[in-house]
């Protein structure tokens, strides 16, 4: 009786052994065709948590940034290897280059340079000319995709170049989203120059001084060029990482609607409604890389 018993049991324990296995693999199967579904799109030095509806803005120190459209393209500003910044790389199906200096124009470190340095004048938009060592600008027009890219001259002084050359402002539109990155813009916009770039969504605006504008001209520039939506401020002074700029004090004073968040990365939904535009100042945490949640 105790052996029949015996068998019943073991044959009850094989059985559902048998089919726990089945339902594993089941979810093996089903697991790894979300791999493969999220691969695609996903890539560990793409953002997280994007979807089909947002920009996600990912900052690599100073004024380089990574965007993902809704569409998946990434798109690169002022790539650099900077030890401070803990020499991110990423990908970037394109890139924009606002002048030629080190710390701005080195598409090189990112992770697919090889395929990008095949399709240079498609893919990386140089604003300045490198034929010229970047003593001419390059009127850009052009198109990635669905992105449309051109550009605006500018300086990196206030004395028309004279002191540290001149200086690309990028107007992309993504998404329907008009981008603006002002590079290492050294002076106060004239009314052409605000036309120029025209209605502005999202802004990435320098306001460290010393080598770029200061945080007083950076907020005399907000005036003039109304950001709707978000303002990202680049290229300061943070304790301990970037010392030789100064930080971020005497552009948030006197601000209102500043959003103050830990990680380097910050999603934008494309259809939200927003009222006033706000600061959005990331963290900087160069070890433990992005994460959403704490937006
Ligand atoms: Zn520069």
Known sequence: MRTIFGILLAILVASSALL???????????????????????????????????????????????????????????????????????KGDMVCISHLHDDHSQYEVLENAASLEKELSKRVFFGLDPKT???KFNAIDAKYRSISIRTVPSYHDAEEGM??????????????????????????????????????DILFIPIGGIYTINGDTAKEILKKLKPKRYIFPMHYGIPSVMEDLQTADEFLD?????????????????????ENPTIVMMGWQPDEGSTDKDK
């Open 133 to 135: 060592k970047g003593k």
């Open 20 to 90: 726990a296995q089945e339902e594993n693999g089941k979810n093996k199967v089903e697991n790894r065709y979300q791999d493969t579904k999220e691969s695609k799109s996903e890539n560990k030095s793409t953002p997280k948590g994007t979807d089909k509806k947002s920009i996600t803005v990912r900052w690599c120190g100073q004024s380089y940034f990574q965007l993902k459209s809704a569409e998946g393209d990434l798109i690169v500003f002022d790539p650099h290897s900077m030890p401070e910044f803990g020499r991110q790389i990423v």
């Open 254 to 274: 006197g601000q209102k609607n500043i959003k103050k968040i830990k990680a380097n990365e910050f999603r934008i939904a494309i259809d939200e409604k927003v």
């Open 163 to 200: 002191k540290r050359g001149k200086n690309a402002i990028f107007v992309l539109e993504i998404d329907g989203l008009k981008v603006v990155h002002l590079g290492d813009l050294g002076h106060d916009l004239d009314d052409s120059a605000v036309k120029a770039i025209g209605p502005v």
